[in-house]
């Protein structure tokens, strides 16, 4: 790797950056809706009051000045944001960052555990499945993998909560810890943050282990096929050699791909999976900035998830070369 | 043989999880060790003896713990504790602040709680306040507190501009003084909401002085405005710089961060997660020696999902989510002790017309429309639990009805039973026509087509619009459903940019009292009627005479006398009933479940009239049943 293609890839990363996040700017603030009016809402279902008495509460309550043009407000988000600040919250007229900050470290936690779970069980199951196809074990892969694909984690997050959580007792049906703990690095703490972590991981997994299993069962047959995986078995060499060498590390290559992208998403939490939970994620924050047309907080996550996304896709392209010897000798 | 390492790691972190569940969820006993150091003094000398107290606790998760009250609610997190920063104290609201008394809107029974008495003459409200209300950090709540938190309210929330001052009279003791008569629905509001005990002057007294020349301006524009006048630029310009230049400072403090949240309610929160905000007893509370409860646990009502699953697995003793049919089975079926009690919200869902076309100007077209509407059929596929308004139209929420008409007056009415045959006959008989394709036609040839405008947000009001679109496609009109998001909802009905739309209609939200629901309607500031553009400034003939519902409800605000005020509403019920503002078709009905025998117990029986205190601050009820020592752990 040479210092012209690292230039090249930084550069366009940062050229994709500012276009994504300008074009997310503009279509955040063009989504219809009154950060008042959805505030009002909430007042008056809680408070018994009026529309009109919540309205005005509301709107007192908020700082947001919607007459701002929105060119004005476009060059005080790229302001903040290059000095590392993600503006000020409407709703809790509090530093974006810090919101983020309490929340994201929850959710990268269950999110990179699920993640690698239903990778590697997905590369797995799915290379396995390809190199017998045709026998029992591919087609319950195929079919699980069919199957699963279809549940939305919520779902599965609902079907957990109610048999594993309500009528067996085995996950807890909510939250992060249990309320009486309090928050320390020691063994009660630690097995008490994985134990509640459990039904969310779980969650996670099923609905991306589908993917990669099909994908990498897929990969896997394709290659399977080619003449060098023949001409490798013509040579005598071992099948775990080819399985191997051969199919499974060709195989995985579009999956790690598929794995960055997967690993920049996981910062915008898991909305409705985390709701089913009460899992203090970064998915809730998500769901009440919209809810509530919280605009410095919905670009504040959304900055977060396309910096990583694409922070994620520029690692890929730097490391690809040295994973595919193809790529480097172009 | 790496690939089998790698898919051993994988078995072994999936089995640490799962083990991980095993060995936690099971209750286990704890062991704590606690070294308490006594010093005592003997003979003059201070000998210091060191005791060991060892004891054994074992968790039971799904149980509470004695004195424990777990419920769902809401917060904004983080949290700030600030009233007047967005999203308020959020479920604190009612647990941490009391009004001067509840109102119990089913028995028009008044229950003291912060005052011991008030008295009401013309436009004065003296209130006088019990003598052992205290703060949560042991200061007197006097009057000075209850001054503070009405200016705060009238210069940045602008509410009770009505109020033109507030006097002390003496430390416990307010005088209310109103630029106008203090209505009953101003007197409810004014003892009824916890906002006059929430801004204690030790607290926010470095705001005060701003406070005062900020809601001195705004009860300045409120006489030009209440008269119907635009208030002069220079004062509206002067109070949106005053409110600015205040809340910029007010917003800056976090009581919660900067341990300055002071209650004058049951409860002070103790602690606030995300997913749990945890209350205990206000050391100072007056109550506080009759309660069995000391601690009440929020969990955080992230959706309907995990509040359902809550109420199965006994993780707390009460909510009220909207649920169907086989889904209340179901949490009944899985947990035995939950009980269901279905009171009054204190409104009704209906279909409103837009009187600025002129298709809905015509009375028959209206009345046509109610008797093609199957109204048991919508309560029963849109909110089963709900009460069917399928008889009248005439806007006293139907658990209220016998309360407020007579069985007399209630035969003298219009009867609105489904009968499309009626309503055929009706529009035959104004001229309407039906055509070879199945549509109604106007007298003069017009398709009758409309849309039935609903905001997509609301899942019961969206199955309620798909039910009247085709129980109204089936009569013969041309209707389509037209889904709105919530966002734009009420602007769009506002500004007349719809045929007929679902909204609540007489909603007595606040006051649970008959005027709330007609001045919404009628009034002149009344949220249906700006949407209806209904033409309540008009007179209407009736049986005693011709009537203008504008000045019913005015005179039905101020009217204190009992007889006249249901006299005022039979008038009102009249109006609404024969000339159809709208049609109602269900009473929403709040479904709370609770936990009975199983956790806690001591509930009222499900006809008392003390439920009615649930609409618009269920945790007013939970917080009554626990101050008055009713409710307690079970067993």
Redesign the interface.
Known sequence: MDGKYLLKRLASFFIFLWAALTITFILVHL????PA???A?????????????AY???K????WDPTKPLWVRYIEYFGNLVRGNLGTS?????SVN??IA??IPWTIFVAS?SLL?SF??GV?LGSNAAWRRGSKVDSAVFFSGIVLSSFPS?IV??LL??FL???F????????Y???LVPGFNLRFI??V??H??GP?IALSVERLAGYMLGMRNNAVSIIQEDFVNFAAMRGLKDSTIA?KYVRRPALLPLITSLAISLGFMFGGAT?A???????GIG?QYAQALGT?DYPLIMGIFTVIITAVLLATLVVELVYPLIDPRVREK | MKNRIYSLLAICLVAFLVLGAGCVSKPTPTTTTTTTVITKTVSGTPITTTKVITETITPTPTKPKIGEFRIAGGWPFPYHGNPFLPGSVGVAFWLSFEPFAYYVPASGEWIPRLAESWKVEGNTMIVKLRADAKWSDGKDITADDIITAVTFEQAINKRWLYIEKVEKIDDKTVKFVSSEAITIPRMIELLTRPEVSRVPKHIYGQWLPKAEELAKINREIYSYTSKGEEAPKELTDKSANLLSELKESLQKFKPWEENKFVASGAFVPKTVRQDVMVFEVNPHYWAKDKMNIQKVTVYRWSSNDAVWAMLMAGKIDASHPATPKDLTDQIMKLNPNIKLVTPSDLGDFALVFNFREPLFQDINLRKAIAYALDRKKIRDVAYWAAAAEDVYAHNVIKTYESKWLSSEFLNKLTKYPYNPEKAAEILESAGYTKGADGFWRTPDGKIVEFTVAVRSDYSDWVIAAKEITQQLKSFGFKVETELMPGQVYGGRLRGGEFDTAIEFGAAWWGTGDPVTGYDRIFGEQGYIRKVTAFPADKSFDTPWGALVPQQLVRQLALETDPQKRKELVEKLAYISNEYLPLVPFLEKRIMIFYNDGGTVTGWPSQDDPLWSLCPGGIERFYVYLITTGQLKPAG
């Open positions: 989504m219809p809706g009154d009016y959805m505030l809402h909430q007042y008056m279902q809680n408070y018994g009051i009026s529309f009109e008495d005005q509460m509301a007192a309550s908020l700082s409407i709703l809790y007229e509090q810090q919101i309490k929340s555990i779970l590697m069980f797995y919520f997050a609902i909560v109610i959580g309500v009528k007792g085995i996950i807890p049906i909510g939250g992060a249990s309320e009486d097995t008490d994985l134990y972590a459990i991981i191997k409705l985390e709701s089913v939970f009460r899992y203090p809730y047309r």
